[in-house]
C-alpha cells in the first residue's frame, strides 16, 4: 500500500510541476451566482408557468406544482437582488407583499423579465 501512495503523490507532484511550466498554477475559481441573463430567463419562465397554474386550476398536484414553483421564484428573485445589490427580504419563502416589493425595487434598478 505505501507505494501505491507514494507513486500517487509522485504523479501529482508530476501534474503539478507540468503545470507550472506551462504558466498555469491553479484552476480559475467557478463563478458563485448565474450570470444576469438567467436569471432573468428563470424569473420569466416562472413567472409564465405560475400565470399557467393559476388559469388552469383542473392540474394534478395544483397545491404542490405552486409552492415548487413559488420558491423557485423566490430563490431567482433572491439572486437578481444579489447581483445588483438590492436587499432581499430575510424569511424564506416570501410573502406576497415582499415579492412585489422586491419586484418593485428590481424594475427601479433596471431589471425586466
Given at each position: 500500500?505505501?507505494?501505491?501512495?507514494?507513486?500517487?503523490?509522485?504523479?501529482?507532484?508530476?501534474?503539478?510541476?507540468m503545470g507550472h511550466a506551462l504558466g498555469v498554477s491553479r484552476v480559475p475559481p467557478q463563478p458563485t451566482a448565474p450570470p444576469l441573463?438567467?436569471?432573468?430567463?428563470?424569473?420569466?419562465?416562472?413567472?409564465?408557468?405560475?400565470?399557467?397554474?393559476?388559469?388552469?386550476?383542473?392540474?394534478?398536484?395544483?397545491?404542490?406544482?405552486?409552492?415548487?414553483?413559488?420558491?423557485?421564484?423566490?430563490?431567482?428573485?433572491?439572486?437578481?437582488?444579489?447581483?445588483?445589490?438590492?436587499?432581499?427580504?430575510?424569511?424564506?419563502?416570501?410573502?406576497?407583499?415582499?415579492?412585489?416589493?422586491?419586484?418593485?425595487?428590481?424594475?427601479?434598478?433596471?431589471?425586466?423579465?
Amino acid at each position: 500500500m505505501g507505494s501505491l501512495h507514494r507513486a500517487t503523490a509522485a504523479t501529482v507532484r508530476a501534474v503539478v510541476a507540468m503545470g507550472h511550466a506551462l504558466g498555469v498554477s491553479r484552476v480559475p475559481p467557478q463563478p458563485t451566482a448565474p450570470p444576469l441573463q438567467r436569471i432573468c430567463s428563470d424569473l420569466h419562465r416562472l413567472d409564465l408557468e405560475r400565470e399557467w397554474l393559476l388559469t388552469n386550476p383542473p392540474v394534478p398536484a395544483l397545491y404542490h406544482r405552486l409552492l415548487a414553483v413559488s420558491w423557485a421564484y423566490d430563490h431567482a428573485l433572491r439572486d437578481a437582488c444579489s447581483a445588483l445589490g438590492v436587499p432581499a427580504p430575510e424569511r424564506d419563502p416570501f410573502g406576497q407583499a415582499e415579492r412585489l416589493a422586491t419586484e418593485a425595487e428590481l424594475s427601479a434598478a433596471g431589471l425586466r423579465w
